[in-house]
């Protein structure tokens, strides 16, 4: 496949034109693709672990979530000339997708996460620039059983704050980091958050506002994503498709 073909669908699927995000996402095309594509990489984040590994196994490209301008700008030098010269000398591109990703309906953090709860989804909020970017679903069981749920599908543990034994009949499922949805969990009368990671303040923000909160790690929450674009790419476009894993346990 040409470069080019790949990345218009990927813009078209992801809607990437119609979803804000942080000025530092660039979503899209981030590194130009020198090479027709017949094998892709996927991982969570673009970094030097990840693009050596793309690398390794030939990937023409490497899709990920986290691009690679989150950061200040600074000199292509030292650790940051070393992340990105694999691409230059191969012609690997590299494509990145965060809020349009964890958005969609069909591949997106949030929704791949409700599925693999078996919770059934209502609604959508936690709300980016006027773009619900997180889903909200109903639940028969307590938070201990989601809990138990969350664990079996990430893999890893998930740390609760709160009571499980309280209901979990209305869920709000936000991946990666989303303390600052605590306050808008409580105002929607959400029994339970989801997300991946908080600082330590917002601890006392849940506890006050009197909202259960499951934290199952910023990476974890967001391979999932991921993994369901490179199995959409490999079904529908017929190309070899691999998923780098690199773990921070954050």
Do not use: K
């Not at 694999?86 to 012609?91: D, F, Y």
């Not at 704050?161 to 605590?182: L, N, P, Q, Y």
């Amino acid at each position: 496949m040409e470069p080019d073909a790949l990345v218009h669908y990927l813009d078209e699927y992801l809607d990437t034109a119609n979803v804000p995000d942080y000025p530092g996402a660039l979503n899209g095309l981030q590194v130009e693709c020198r090479r027709d594509i017949t094998t892709v990489a996927l991982a969570v984040d673009a970094c030097r672990y990840t693009i050596e590994q793309a690398v390794r196994i030939e990937a023409d490209i490497l899709i990920v979530h986290h691009g690679l301008f989150w950061s200040p700008i600074v000199p292509l030098v030292g650790a940051s000339y070393r992340r990105i010269e694999p691409l230059m000398r191969t012609g690997m591109g590299l494509y990145s997708s965060h809020l349009p990703l964890d958005v969609h309906p069909e591949v997106g953090n949030n929704s791949v996460l409700c599925r693999r709860l078996n919770v059934e989804p209502d609604g959508r909020w936690a709300s980016f620039e006027g773009t619900p970017i997180g889903v909200t679903a109903r639940s028969p069981v307590s938070v201990g059983e989601i809990q138990r749920r969350l664990e079996d599908a990430l893999g890893m543990p998930a740390r609760l704050v709160g009571d499980r034994e309280a209901s979990a009949s209305r869920i709000g499922i936000v991946t990666g980091g989303g303390s600052g949805h605590i306050r808008e969990a409580s105002d929607l009368g959400l029994d339970l958050m989801i997300t991946g990671e908080v600082p330590h303040h917002a601890f006392f923000i849940a506890e006050e506002h009197g909202v259960n909160m499951l934290l199952a790690g910023h990476y974890a929450t967001e391979t999932l994503g991921i993994q369901a674009l490179g199995g959409h790419i490999a079904n529908h476009m017929g190309l070899r498709t691999f998923f780098i894993d690199h773990p921070t346990g954050l």
